[in-house]
Each structure stands twice: as C-alpha cells, then as structure tokens.
C-alpha cells in the first residue's frame, strides 16, 4: 500500500483556536480518507477525497485534496473539547477494495 | 448503515495459552476484513487482510502461525493469537469495507489483549 506522512504529531490548543493536520504522499493517490479516535475508542470514518483539489465541509471540519492529488488537510475551525482524539489519513483503493494503510496520525488535545 | 462487531472487547489471559477474537459484519457481507494492531499512543499496523474461503494475507513481518486467521464465512472473520506472551499484549482491531465511498472502511471496537 502507499505510505503517507502526517504532520505534526501533536496539537495542543486552546479551546476556540484552530487546527489543522497535513497528509503528505510522495506518488499519487487515487483517493484519501480520514478517521478520527477516540481515546480508547476505535477509528471512526470521516470522509473520503476522490477528485483533485477537491474541497469537503462537515460543519466545522474542512477537507481538502491537493491538485496534484499527494496531499491532503483537514482544518478544524474553532475547536471544542469534543474535537480531542487523533485524526488519521489513509489512502484509499478504488471502490474500497483493498488495504487501508494509516498514517502516523495526529493527536490533538484541547484546553478548555 | 455498516456495523461491524468485534468481541471480546477486552481479554487477560496467561502465557502460553491461546486467545481467539471474533469480527462480525452485522448487515453487511465482506469477502474481505481486515486486522489491525495498535499499540498506545502510535499508529494502526495492518497485520493481515482475512479473506473469505481462502487463506489470509500477512503483512510482512507478522507471523501467520502466531496469528492465525480463518475467514470461514461472509460475515465473520477470527483471529487467535496462539502461544500468546506478554509481548503480543495490545489492542487488536478488525474492519471491513461496505465498498462504497460515502462509507469508508467500518472499525469494529477492538479487543484489548493483556497476557500476564
């Protein structure tokens, strides 16, 4: 499977700030998913990218896929505690067939 | 929607003896599942992907004799750590695909393995 790079690590915010993690592929991806755990939980999906430069709003999380289709964000806009868990990226097969291999995920702590 | 059902959630067992977890698709088939290991605070490793009727595929560097797969139905995928030592204590996680894009792959809630 494709190896992504995720940046950074950790986040500590305030609460009310904003967040943003970066998945970072050196080949072309045919798609991009996100999954958010929980602490103690289990990885939940989020959305996936299929088209370049394509951009997803879910309330409060917006999703982009990079023109090139290497890259990808997810920026949280005035985070909350509920927000807290580790957000990974994971680059997906056509039709969701095969094997889903996960970045180093970035974990996001916010102070309330 | 997809559900998939893992159990136990959480298992102590002794060295030496062997661990079976089961992974339900609750209303969906899935020719294939896959499982996971996670350990705290660090990523999930793809350890081997179950196929239905047919043997499963190991990432490199997992033993296939320590985790043995068998994927004997559509909907039900086990993993049993044999000969289990406190080394293989971690969190094991299954999931299957409903193969379509609005719902990604679906996670069952994961096993927590400790052997004493």
């Known amino acids: 499977g494709q190896q992504v790079m995720q940046i950074p690590q950790y986040q500590h915010v305030q609460e009310g700030e904003d967040f943003t993690t970066y998945c970072n592929s050196s080949?072309?991806?045919?798609?991009i998913q996100w999954y958010k755990q929980r602490p103690g939980g289990h990885p939940v999906f989020l959305i996936q990218l299929v088209k370049s430069g394509e951009v997803k709003k879910q309330k409060r999380l917006t999703f982009q896929f990079g023109e090139a289709k290497k890259n990808s964000s997810l920026h949280i806009t005035a985070t909350q505690t509920t927000d807290v868990g580790t957000y990974f990226c994971a680059p997906g097969t056509a039709g969701n067939t095969g094997k889903l291999i996960f970045g180093q995920g970035t974990t996001l702590q916010v102070k309330p | 929607g997809a559900v998939v059902s893992q159990h136990p959630s959480w298992v102590i067992c002794k060295s030496g003896t062997s661990v079976k977890i089961e992974c339900r698709s609750l209303d969906f088939q899935a020719t294939t599942m896959f499982w996971y290991r996670q350990f705290p605070k660090q990523s999930l490793m793809l350890m081997a992907t179950?196929?239905?009727?047919?043997?499963?595929?190991?990432e490199q560097g997992v033993e296939k004799d320590k985790f043995l797969i068998n994927h004997a139905s559509l909907t039900l995928s086990t993993l049993t750590v044999t000969s289990a030592h406190p080394e293989d204590s971690s969190f094991y996680i299954c999931?299957?695909?409903?193969?379509?894009?609005?719902?990604?792959?679906?996670f069952g809630s994961g096993t927590r393995l400790t052997v004493v």
């Open positions: 179950s196929n239905e009727g047919s043997k499963a595929t190991y």
């Open positions: 999931s299957a695909s409903l193969r379509q894009e609005s719902y990604g792959y679906t």
């Open positions: 080949t072309t991806l045919s798609n």
